[in-house]
């Protein structure tokens, strides 16, 4: 199984990008799909999931409104939309796949993905 993670840069307060990851390697119908992020010196922290089967989704409070999660089958991604960014929003930015959306929330996952860096500039 790979992901890999992309579309990270340098924004603006403000400004927006747009995250993807690519799933391979395997039928991903089971399983939810995540993105977490790290910020230096900070806990890795699950931002949003969503259910491949069926696209339901889920969101942290502190990214809800802001942030949106999909999923495109087609092309066997899993996109990241950030609006608003914050400085605070600064951090690594990890996808990950598990068949258990309650482990996401404990910071597991059975498959992650390298980490694409965000920098957003005040």
């Known amino acids: 199984v790979q992901l890999q993670a992309s579309g990270g840069g340098l924004v603006q307060a403000g400004g927006s990008l747009r995250l993807s990851c690519a799933a391979s390697?395997?039928?991903?119908?089971?399983?939810?799909m995540g993105w977490f992020r790290q910020a230096p010196g900070k806990e890795r922290e699950f931002l949003a999931a969503?259910?491949?089967?069926?696209?339901?989704?889920w969101s942290a409070d502190s990214v809800k409104g802001r942030f949106t999660i999909s999923r495109d089958t087609a092309s066997d991604t899993v996109p990241l939309q950030m609006n608003s960014l914050k400085p605070e929003d600064t951090a690594v930015y990890y996808c990950?796949?598990?068949?258990?959306?309650?482990?996401?929330?404990?910071?597991?996952?059975?498959?992650w993905g390298q980490g694409t860096l965000v920098t957003v500039s005040s």
């Open positions: 390697g395997r039928t991903f119908s089971r399983y939810y």
């Open positions: 990950a796949a598990d068949t258990a959306l309650s482990r996401f929330y404990n910071i597991i996952a059975a498959y």
């Open positions: 969503v259910s491949w089967s069926d696209g339901s989704t």
